[in-house]
């Protein structure tokens, strides 16, 4: 890295991140992480199987036999289960493969590569070339998977805890603590332990949940604390996002959950103070989230839910900005969905996460998780449909604590100018522009994209993520300009690219805004971008929206780069979308899109080629 990078990274991410970066980097140089995390961790006083039905506290669900909502056995249900139980697993909740019934919880399937289950955690790169994607070896064990056996337990009256226990079984002896890939990320393991928490309460009196389960599951639940404990800086500097406040909310339900654990006093106090801290800094005031990606935002969504829910199930409080923030939340999401079927742009960072899947709906769907939230806070639904119902009914389903008013979905222009999102809803149309500025780390080249979608369908599209360990050309893509609507200066993005997930030259919101006529609804936007080219260099967009008919005009000027060729990309998503403008010939391009994490799908998109400006025409031909 050269020295003006360097100061850029400085720049971008502060000291406090480059500081612990070096530190830990020469941690895991001289087994410091070793030491800080022993591969012979023992809880001193486990208690007794007896004990723990005794003491043990509310959690989101009650036993099997308490469990009472309508049961609805569908065949949706009752195909998902049964192919997990011949060995199959929905990675990334889209692509079903088989792994086997006797799958060693190390091995990649997409390629075969086991990992090494005797080597420390901290010995484990999660980004290789010859290992692939480690997510592929996360996925099963995050355990989600059980949720959907529990689900048809109760829907299809069948008994599957010696199936539920035998998994976890199977898990503890190939996972030796702190060694292997599954003990490498402290998110992982603590989305691995509330899953169980599930398992056990709600099989907590089936036979399959012996004595001797009980003591192993209890010295791994010890170990997890241990490790996302003492390694909680990680996520809280070097990461800060999702990842943190998974951790910081699994730190803070383990007193309620894990009071045999007596470390917990300590790490549940700090684990609340840290969580209220993260939602405050990674929540924006309009409720937009600082990782620019509306998957992850559901992420926090359903972490908020789950938490909120434990916590006045023993009653117990957060602060009022964890409410505040959850409500700003699923405003925004509210917002920007499409109420035909749930989806919204697939825009920012998208790796399949749905942490608890508790319906049989689509995972692009997102009403099943924001109706949970809206209910926890409102005590109303905001869809009245029993398969989106059903995800309250595994996370909260009992009396409310209501604090909100109910959200409605708006008409018009709405602008969340922190976030940097600006929306246009007339009837059904949608319009969703990207403009903003980066405090927080970026991760797509993407800003002044346009999303558009008619009746439900994304007919303007974002062409996704696909995955974040795969050639250079598709991680190009994908991260890149290329693969949003907006402009590219020659093969340039708007930001210079990095390491993983860095970018130099961050691009930043100079002015963005509604203006309205008669006629039409104008969005007028400018960044900084391609800085990297010239320091001063400037991309303007003025969107005009037709309020009579569905027609879009768009005008781009570059300013500051005028020796550069410049493309103005287009990835329309239905033949009945027409793409035109009078100054320039289209020229066309094979793309890509990918609508869930780890799936493909190719395309044709184009482009325009400009000098310095470009007014192009979108329409919708019915």
Same mark, same amino acid.
């Given at each position: 890295?050269?020295?003006?990078?360097?100061?850029?990274?400085?720049?971008?991410?502060?000291?406090?991140?480059?500081?612990?970066?070096?530190?830990?980097?020469?941690?895991?140089?001289?087994?410091?992480?070793?030491?800080?995390?022993?591969?012979?961790?023992?809880?001193?006083?486990?208690?007794?199987?007896?004990?723990?039905?005794?003491?043990?506290?509310?959690?989101?669900?009650?036993?099997?036999?308490?469990?009472?909502?309508?049961?609805?056995?569908?065949?949706?249900?009752?195909?998902?289960?049964?192919?997990?139980?011949?060995?199959?697993?929905?990675?990334?909740?889209?692509?079903?493969?088989?792994?086997?019934?006797?799958?060693?919880?190390?091995?990649?399937?997409?390629?075969?590569?086991?990992?090494?289950?005797?080597?420390?955690?901290?010995?484990?790169?999660?980004?290789?070339?010859?290992?692939?994607?480690?997510?592929?070896?996360?996925?099963?064990?995050?355990?989600?998977?059980?949720?959907?056996?529990?689900? +048809?337990? =109760?829907?299809?009256?069948?008994? @599957?805890? %010696?199936?539920?226990?035998?998994? *976890?079984?199977?898990? !503890?002896? /190939?996972?030796?603590?702190?060694?292997?890939?599954?003990?490498?990320?402290?998110?992982?393991?603590?989305?691995?332990?509330?899953?169980?928490?599930?398992?056990? +309460?709600? =099989?907590?009196?089936?036979?399959? @949940?012996? %004595?001797?389960?009980?003591?192993? *599951?209890?010295?791994? !639940?010890? /170990?997890?604390?241990?490790?996302?404990?003492?390694?909680?800086?990680?996520?809280?500097?070097?990461?800060?996002?999702?990842?943190?406040?998974?951790?910081?909310?699994?730190?803070?339900?383990?007193?309620?959950?894990?009071?045999?654990?007596?470390?917990?006093?300590?790490?549940?106090?700090?684990?609340?103070?840290?969580?209220?801290?993260?939602?405050?800094?990674?929540?924006?005031?309009?409720?937009?989230?600082?990782?620019?990606?509306?998957?992850?935002?559901?992420?926090?969504?359903?972490?908020?839910?789950?938490?909120?829910?434990?916590?006045?199930?023993?009653?117990?409080?957060?602060?009022?900005?964890?409410?505040?923030?959850?409500?700003?939340?699923?405003?925004?999401?509210?917002?920007?969905?499409?109420?035909?079927?749930?989806?919204?742009?697939?825009?920012?960072?998208?790796?399949?996460?749905?942490?608890?899947?508790?319906?049989?709906?689509?995972?692009?769907?997102?009403?099943?998780?924001?109706?949970?939230?809206?209910?926890?806070?409102?005590?109303?639904?905001?869809?009245?449909?029993?398969?989106?119902?059903?995800?309250?009914?595994?996370?909260?389903?009992?009396?409310?604590?209501?604090?909100?008013?109910?959200?409605?979905?708006?008409?018009?222009?709405?602008?969340?100018?922190?976030?940097?999102?600006?929306?246009?809803?007339?009837?059904?149309?949608?319009?969703?522009?990207?403009?903003?500025?980066?405090?927080?780390?970026?991760?797509?080249?993407?800003?002044?994209?346009?999303?558009?979608?008619?009746?439900?369908?994304?007919?303007?599209?974002?062409?996704?993520?696909?995955?974040?360990?795969?050639?250079?050309?598709?991680?190009?893509?994908?991260?890149?300009?290329?693969?949003?609507?907006?402009?590219?200066?020659?093969?340039?993005?708007?930001?210079?690219?990095?390491?993983?997930?860095?970018?130099?030259?961050?691009?930043?919101?100079?002015?963005?805004?509604?203006?309205?006529?008669?006629?039409?609804?104008?969005?007028?936007?400018?960044?900084?971008?391609?800085?990297?080219?010239?320091?001063?260099?400037?991309?303007?967009?003025?969107?005009?929206?037709?309020?009579?008919?569905?027609?879009?005009?768009?005008?781009?000027?570059?300013?500051?780069?005028?020796?550069?060729?410049?493309?103005?990309?287009?990835?329309?998503?239905?033949?009945?979308?027409?793409?035109?403008?009078?100054?320039?010939?289209?020229?066309?391009?094979?793309?890509?899109?990918?609508?869930?994490?780890?799936?493909?799908?190719?395309?044709?998109?184009?482009?325009?080629?400009?000098?310095?400006?470009?007014?192009?025409?979108?329409?919708?031909?019915?």
């Amino acid at each position: 890295m050269n020295l003006k990078l360097a100061i850029q990274l400085l720049r971008n991410m502060g000291t406090r991140y480059v500081m612990y970066r070096v530190s830990h980097e020469l941690e895991k140089k001289f087994g410091r992480l070793k030491k800080k995390h022993p591969t012979d961790l023992v809880l001193q006083k486990p208690i007794s199987l007896k004990e723990w039905h005794q003491t043990k506290n509310s959690f989101a669900i009650k036993a099997k036999e308490d469990v009472n909502f309508g049961k609805r056995p569908t065949e949706i249900l009752e195909q998902k289960a049964k192919k997990i139980l011949q060995g199959e697993l929905p990675y990334f909740n889209a692509q079903w493969i088989s792994i086997g019934k006797d799958y060693d919880w190390l091995t990649n399937p997409t390629n075969g590569y086991r990992y090494d289950a005797k080597k420390h955690w901290s010995e484990i790169a999660d980004l290789s070339t010859e290992a692939g994607d480690i997510k592929y070896v996360w996925e099963k064990s995050r355990f989600s998977y059980l949720l959907t056996i529990l689900r +048809y337990d =109760y829907h299809f009256d069948q008994d @599957l805890s %010696e199936f539920v226990f035998a998994e *976890i079984d199977s898990w !503890i002896q /190939a996972n030796p603590i702190n060694q292997g890939p599954n003990w490498r990320c402290s998110q992982e393991i603590s989305l691995r332990i509330l899953n169980w928490c599930y398992a056990l +309460y709600y =099989y907590q009196n089936a036979p399959a @949940l012996t %004595e001797e389960r009980w003591q192993r *599951i209890q010295q791994v !639940i010890y /170990a997890s604390l241990h490790h996302v404990y003492h390694h909680i800086n990680f996520s809280r500097i070097a990461v800060r996002n999702n990842h943190a406040i998974t951790e910081t909310l699994f730190l803070s339900l383990s007193n309620i959950l894990f009071p045999f654990v007596p470390e917990t006093k300590k790490w549940s106090k700090d684990g609340v103070k840290w969580l209220e801290q993260e939602i405050d800094y990674q929540i924006y005031d309009d409720g937009t989230f600082l990782q620019f990606s509306m998957n992850y935002h559901r992420v926090v969504v359903q972490l908020l839910s789950l938490g909120i829910s434990v916590f006045e199930k023993n009653q117990r409080q957060f602060s009022d900005v964890v409410y505040q923030k959850a409500y700003q939340s699923v405003n925004f999401l509210f917002q920007c969905m499409q109420d035909e079927n749930g989806w919204l742009p697939n825009y920012g960072s998208n790796d399949g996460a749905l942490f608890f899947p508790l319906t049989d709906a689509d995972y692009r769907d997102y009403r099943p998780q924001l109706n949970t939230l809206h209910q926890i806070l409102t005590g109303k639904v905001l869809f009245m449909n029993d398969v989106i119902m059903e995800d309250f009914h595994w996370v909260k389903g009992d009396v409310l604590n209501a604090k909100y008013q109910p959200i409605s979905k708006k008409q018009g222009v709405q602008s969340f100018d922190v976030g940097g999102y600006y929306l246009c809803r007339i009837g059904d149309l949608f319009t969703f522009i990207r403009c903003g500025n980066h405090k927080d780390r970026p991760a797509q080249a993407d800003n002044l994209h346009i999303d558009i979608w008619y009746k439900g369908e994304n007919v303007l599209r974002d062409s996704g993520t696909y995955q974040y360990n795969t050639s250079p050309e598709k991680l190009n893509y994908f991260m890149g300009t290329t693969s949003h609507n907006t402009v590219m200066v020659g093969e340039n993005s708007q930001m210079q690219k990095g390491g993983r997930f860095i970018w130099y030259y961050w691009s930043q919101k100079k002015k963005a805004g509604w203006s309205e006529t008669e006629d039409a609804f104008i969005f007028t936007g400018a960044i900084s971008a391609f800085r990297q080219l010239h320091q001063k260099a400037l991309h303007q967009r003025v969107i005009k929206i037709s309020k009579r008919e569905p027609k879009w005009l768009v005008e781009d000027n570059i300013k500051g780069l005028d020796s550069y060729i410049k493309k103005q990309i287009w990835h329309p998503n239905s033949p009945n979308l027409k793409i035109s403008s009078n100054q320039h010939q289209p020229a066309y391009f094979d793309s890509f899109n990918s609508d869930y994490y780890g799936l493909l799908e190719p395309k044709q998109s184009l482009f325009f080629e400009f000098n310095n400006s470009i007014e192009t025409k979108i329409e919708i031909i019915n």
